[in-house]
């Protein structure tokens, strides 16, 4: 194995990404509870939210090869030993997502992603609707609403999951997972990547932003 | 005696056959006529919204006027749940019937809503206005997310 230097695991965009995530996902919860006048609120945030997702998925195959699908997605040999070196109490050796979490982080995106269109095509049968609501039916526009409603409950399950899992690491295997989310840098043993091209992310974002843009006027 | 007995079977099976329809019926009818009242009331809601969000520009005499007709139309839609309309296919929630209490006093605060927004309304003041609109649809919301079932 390699001496252990600072490496930088989290790239810029996938810190800005998660973190807006974050932020977005309490405010979309906040103004959904809310309901009524608030819901206004609640779609800017869900379309935000659509444009993030769908600019993760871009940079999942064109941004920093810790980013990239193709570096975190495993087989299920690679998930099964993941699971039994779970039990260990000794810091995970992954550089990146292990094999579980790069998983969850692909169901994660596909949830969200469920609960973006759903909620494009949802109403609350007071006075608002998405704005796919008025090319579908009453009847299709409020099963997908249903839809909308229970998704959000696997979505908090898997939020929920996801954060037990980061205290895992922190108290039993003694790895704090929080602190390279934000300044993006891991002490492991591996070789520094390559520079990323933070143009490429404002491009991939754009493109994602001007999308949503289109798709949610249509 | 055994043929009485076959008798009142038979006039009791064909009483309970007649009626149970008509029963159901009633339960239906119910329905229709609260679903039918929820749409008048949506009818009447949706405009003034669309000019609380901006979407059509503020006219203070039509969303004056739609807030009357909210505020008639309100009262009347707790007729229509009848507890035995309980029986009925409708997008009421079982657990509806057994906080009837709940749901009534509500139905009330609905009402109360309503009849707040019709008479600020009166008067123009076009921050009012959304405030108490605001209030109204937050009481649709309450009841909604409780009592309705969204398939």
Known sequence: MNEKTWVLVWDLPVRIFHWLLVSLFAASWITATLGGVALKYHFWSGYSILVLVLFRIGWGFVGGIYARFGTFLHGPRQVLAALRELASRRPTQSVGHNPLGGWMVFFLLLELLTQALTGLCANDDIFNEGPWAGHLTKAVSDRLTGLHHVNFKVLLGLVMVHMAAIAYHRFVKGENLVVPMLTGYKWVSASVPRRINLWRGAMVFFGAAVFVVLIVNC | ?151
Request: proline share 3%; hydrophobic share 45%; with cysteine.
């Open chain 2, 1 to 151: 005696m055994g043929v009485k007995w076959i008798k009142s079977l038979v006039i009791g099976a064909g009483v309970l056959v007649i009626t149970t329809p008509a029963l159901a019926d009633k339960a239906a009818d119910a329905v229709d006529y609260r679903q039918g009242i929820m749409t008048a009331i949506g009818w009447n809601i949706g405009p003034m919204g669309a000019m609380v969000k901006g979407k059509i520009p503020f006219d203070a005499t039509r969303f004056a006027f739609l807030a009357g007709r909210s505020a008639m139309l309100a009262p009347m839609a707790s007729e229509g749940f009848s507890v035995d309309s309980k029986q009925a296919k409708s997008h009421a929630k079982a657990t509806l019937w057994d906080n009837k209490e709940d749901f009534d006093k509500r139905m009330k605060e609905f009402v109360g809503a309503t009849t707040k927004l019709a008479e600020v309304a009166k008067s123009g003041d076009e921050a009012a206005m959304k405030k108490e609109f605001g209030n109204t649809v937050h009481s649709c919301k309450g009841c909604h997310d409780k009592y309705q079932v969204k398939d």
